[in-house]
């Protein structure tokens, strides 16, 4: 609900209702008129998230019907309208508005059907999840890890010995140039020269969306199983996420880790917080 915009369509309304009641005589059809394309304007800019255009045409069906149907309740209006129709379109004051409406009517139905039809096809939307909840625990090389409390051994160090703290930091360098940077890229944005060939795109780990949401256990789990880990939901099959826990020990992997964070100067999502 787009409260703002209803109550400008609103206050438009009030504000006609009161202008036409006291200075000028509106008739009943011009009455329609105003509450048709007020009742539009309120359907297509009113509602968040925005109604597909089939709903707004059916409403606006409906509307119209109902507007007909308040307009002939009252064969005195009935007539007016009738009249006033007609006289817009015989009296020779009215020449240049009914040329204009008569050009401008087709001209605009036929730029609506060009420009629908000239939209460019969409694939449809397919849908992954891109941070599925995480399992409760994994299994790394024979040992237990519980992702809702498995904290980054390391990071303590970046206040108690910052020196330790660096190595981790360049060791988890090296091992992103020497693993991860052909996808995820120099820089991280996730354009590395494989990137290219895969859907969904490596992640780029300056994004906020990406690892500045997560935390430090979240991150073990998608590196240690990559994307054979993920549940049905994500897709796994599209990923080229590889699988490193046969390829890392579990101290290079929470220095990548270190090193992710580091590089992009995100601070990993608190633990306890949801994901
Ligand atoms: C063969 C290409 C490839 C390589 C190499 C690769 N990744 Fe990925 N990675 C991906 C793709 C594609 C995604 C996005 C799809 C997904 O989430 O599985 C991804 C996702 C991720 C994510 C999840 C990010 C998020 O927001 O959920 C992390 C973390 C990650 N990679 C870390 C790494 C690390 C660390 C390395 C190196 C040890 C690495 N990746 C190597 C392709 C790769």
């Excluded at 890890?145 to 904290?151: D, E, G, S, V, Y």
């Excluded at 590889?242 to 990993?268: C, Q, S």
């Amino acid at each position: 609900m787009n409260i703002f915009v209803l109550l400008a369509i609103i206050a438009a309304l009030v504000a006609i209702q009161v202008v036409g009641t006291r200075f000028v005589k509106l008739n009943r059809l011009a009455w329609m008129a105003i509450w048709w394309i007020a009742l539009y304007l309120a359907l297509s800019f009113g509602i968040d998230p925005p109604l597909p255009t089939t709903i707004i045409a059916l409403f606006m069906a409906i509307v119209t019907l109902a507007l007909l149907a308040y307009l002939s309740a009252d064969s005195e209006e009935l007539e007016t309208a009738k009249n006033t129709i007609v006289s817009f379109m015989t009296e020779r004051k009215y020449m240049v508005p009914l040329l204009i409406a008569v050009v401008a009517i087709p001209l605009l139905v036929a730029f609506k059907v060009y420009s629908d039809m000239t939209q460019p096809p969409q694939p449809p939307a397919s849908g992954r999840t891109i941070h599925p909840p995480p399992p409760a625990s994994i299994n790394f090389e024979g040992n237990t890890i519980n992702l809702a409390t498995a904290n980054n051994p390391y990071r303590d160090l970046e206040e108690s010995d910052p020196e330790a703290f660096a190595q981790h930091n360049a060791n988890g360098r090296r091992i992103y140039f020497e693993n991860c940077f052909y996808c995820h890229g120099d820089n991280m944005e996730g354009s590395g020269m494989f990137a290219h060939g895969y859907d969904p795109l490596p992640a780029n780990f300056n994004d906020p969306t990406t690892i500045s949401q997560l935390q430090e256990s979240y991150l073990f789990w998608r590196i240690a199983k990559g994307a054979p880990g993920l549940p049905g939901e994500s897709t796994p099959w599209a990923s080229a996420m590889p699988a490193w826990e046969n390829f890392l020990t579990e101290e290079e992997i929470w220095d990548v880790i270190i090193f992710l964070y580091e590089f992009t100067g995100y601070e990993p999502r608190a633990q306890g917080m949801p994901h």
